[in-house]
C-alpha cells in the first residue's frame, strides 16, 4: 500500500490539505473581497485580451472589413467595424470571414466596383447575430444568413449549445450556465 503524502491529513474519505506557507493559495487571501477583485481583474484581462483578438482579426482582413464605419465612440477609431456582441459568438464570426475570404478570392469582383462588399456592423438583434454589410454575392449573403442562423444556438457569452432566454423583454441565446449568471430564464414554448 503506497504512503500518503505527509501535506494530507486524511479523516475517513476527505483530503485536508496542510496550510501552505508562501505561495499564491486561498490561504493567501485575506479577504473574500480581495477575492472578488481578483477575480474582477481577471475578467478585465480576459475581456481585454478578446478585444484585441478582434482588432487583430479586423486588420488582417481588409477585403472583408474595409474602411469600416465612423463611430460615435470617440474611443474606437475611425475605420473599424463595432462589434457588439457577447464573445461566444466571436468564433461564428471568423468562420464567416475566412468564408467570405475564400469567396473574395473566387470572385474578386464582389470587392471591386460601384458597391465593394464590406462588413460595417455586426451585432446582437432580438437573440440573434446580426451582420450588415454593403455589396457581396448570392454567395455572401447565403453564408451570413446562415451565420446568423446558427447563432441561435449558439451561447452568446460562452460559445457553448445555447437556447433563447428572456429576462423582461431582454432576449439572449445562453446556454443554462450563463444563464443562471446572468439572470436569464428559458424561453416559454409557447411563446417560441
Same mark, same amino acid.
Given at each position: 500500500?503506497?504512503?500518503?503524502?505527509?501535506?494530507?491529513?486524511?479523516?475517513? =474519505?476527505?483530503?485536508?490539505? /496542510?496550510?501552505?506557507?508562501?505561495?499564491?493559495? +486561498?490561504?493567501?487571501?485575506?479577504?473574500?473581497?480581495? !477575492? *472578488?477583485?481578483?477575480?474582477?481583474?481577471?475578467?478585465?484581462?480576459?475581456?481585454?485580451?478578446?478585444?484585441?483578438?478582434?482588432?487583430?482579426?479586423?486588420?488582417?482582413?481588409?477585403?472583408?472589413?474595409?474602411?469600416?464605419?465612423?463611430?460615435?465612440?470617440?474611443?474606437?477609431?475611425?475605420?473599424?467595424?463595432?462589434?457588439?456582441?457577447?464573445?461566444?459568438?466571436?468564433?461564428?464570426?471568423?468562420?464567416?470571414?475566412?468564408?467570405?475570404?475564400?469567396?473574395?478570392?473566387? =470572385?474578386?469582383?464582389?470587392? /471591386?466596383?460601384?458597391?465593394?462588399?464590406?462588413? +460595417?456592423?455586426?451585432?446582437?438583434?432580438?437573440?440573434? !447575430? *446580426?451582420?450588415?454589410?454593403?455589396?457581396?454575392?448570392?454567395?455572401?449573403?447565403?453564408?451570413?444568413?446562415?451565420?446568423?442562423?446558427?447563432?441561435?444556438?449558439?451561447?452568446?457569452?460562452?460559445?457553448?449549445?445555447?437556447?433563447?432566454?428572456?429576462?423582461?423583454?431582454?432576449?439572449?441565446?445562453?446556454?443554462?450556465?450563463?444563464?443562471?449568471?446572468?439572470?436569464?430564464?428559458?424561453?416559454?414554448?409557447?411563446?417560441?
Amino acid at each position: 500500500m503506497a504512503e500518503r503524502p505527509p501535506s494530507e491529513d486524511r479523516v475517513g =474519505d476527505t483530503v485536508h490539505p /496542510e496550510p501552505v506557507e508562501g505561495g499564491s493559495g +486561498v490561504q493567501d487571501i485575506a479577504s473574500e473581497s480581495e !477575492l *472578488r477583485d481578483r477575480v474582477r481583474q481577471l475578467h478585465e484581462d480576459i475581456a481585454r485580451a478578446k478585444e484585441k483578438r478582434r482588432e487583430e482579426i479586423e486588420a488582417a482582413h481588409p477585403r472583408v472589413f474595409g474602411g469600416g464605419t465612423k463611430s460615435d465612440d470617440p474611443n474606437r477609431p475611425v475605420g473599424t467595424v463595432r462589434w457588439e456582441f457577447g464573445y461566444g459568438w466571436d468564433e461564428l464570426v471568423e468562420n464567416l470571414i475566412h468564408t467570405i475570404e475564400r469567396e473574395i478570392d473566387r =470572385d474578386p469582383s464582389v470587392i /471591386e466596383g460601384e458597391t465593394p462588399f464590406q462588413i +460595417v456592423e455586426i451585432k446582437e438583434k432580438f437573440a440573434q !447575430l *446580426r451582420i450588415y454589410s454593403y455589396g457581396g454575392n448570392q454567395r455572401i449573403l447565403g453564408a451570413i444568413a446562415m451565420t446568423e442562423h446558427l447563432s441561435s444556438g449558439v451561447c452568446e457569452i460562452c460559445g457553448g449549445v445555447g437556447t433563447t432566454h428572456t429576462s423582461g423583454r431582454w432576449l439572449k441565446t445562453l446556454c443554462t450556465e450563463c444563464a443562471l449568471l446572468a439572470k436569464y430564464d428559458p424561453m416559454p414554448e409557447s411563446d417560441k
